[in-house]
T-cell receptor, first 110, second 111 residues
Framework: RKEVEQDPGPFNVPEGATVAFNCTYS??????FFWYRQDCRKEPKLLMS???SGNEDGRFTAQLNRASQYISLLIRDSKLSDSATYLC???????????FGKGTKLSVIP | NAGVTQTPKFQVLKTGQSMTLQCAQD?????MSWYRQDPGMGLRLIHY???????DQGEVPNGYNVSRSTTEDFPLRLLSAAPSQTSVYFC??????????FGPGTRLLVL
């Protein structure tokens, strides 16, 4: 089983739609979780951290379910500028190494 | 502040050649790392450093060397380039592994 798994998509959604991505991780001892965003031919950028209590940043909401070992990202009121690849990222307990999922591609259509 | 800078942006090598990919940061962050990104593979950690003088291997270290003589610089050396090392290379820096800022990347083609 891969350490961090994501549906590669693409997710093609109209402007204004709500879209959700899920990610599963295999190491139950993982301690920290993140969503990064990567635009085409650009570097990844941290979008948000993910906490057990859930966290929200404007139109973006991230959730962590430790029991089921999955992480989710919800984007409300999608904008054209949200088009990108979203990377699920996990840090293992006592580790200095981030493990990246392969990413989910989102295209927001006018 | 420039953040994380990488040079060169593009490079073409012949099999067997060696080269150094440069990475520098002006944020005074202790943690630095090198990743490669290949189609369908996601980002994979090559080497990382938790401070000057300290380096360790990541997931795919073979064929690469690193050193960290200063906080600012973390060069990646390809000892004898192979076509399998054709990739996009990203350097990152952060206060810890949790919060990393990535450089713009180096696109490497090995013929």
């Amino acid at each position: 089983r891969k350490e961090v798994e994501q549906d590669p998509g693409p997710f093609n959604v109209p402007e204004g739609a709500t879209v959700a991505f899920n990610c599963t991780y295999s190491n139950s001892a993982s301690q920290s979780f993140f969503w990064y965003r990567q635009d085409c031919r650009k570097e990844p950028k941290l979008l948000m951290s993910v906490y057990s209590s859930g966290n929200e940043d404007g139109r973006f909401t991230a959730q962590l379910n430790r029991a089921s070992q999955y992480i989710s990202l919800l984007i409300r009121d999608s904008k054209l500028s949200d088009s990108a690849t979203y990377l699920c990222v996990v840090l293992g307990a006592g580790s200095y190494q981030l493990t990246f999922g392969k990413g989910t591609k989102l295209s927001v259509i006018p | 502040n420039a953040g994380v800078t990488q040079t060169p942006k593009f490079q073409v090598l012949k099999t067997g050649q060696s080269m150094t990919l440069q990475c520098a940061q002006d944020m005074n962050h202790e943690y630095m790392s090198w990743y490669r990104q290949d189609p369908g593979m996601g980002l994979r950690l090559i080497h990382y450093s938790v401070g000057a003088g300290i380096t360790d291997q990541g997931e795919v270290p073979n064929g690469y060397n690193v050193s960290r003589s200063t906080t600012e610089d973390f060069p990646l050396r390809l000892l004898s380039a192979a076509p399998s090392q054709t990739s996009v290379y990203f350097c990152a820096a952060g206060t810890a592994a949790e919060t990393q800022y990535f450089g713009p990347g180096t696109r490497l083609l090995v013929l």
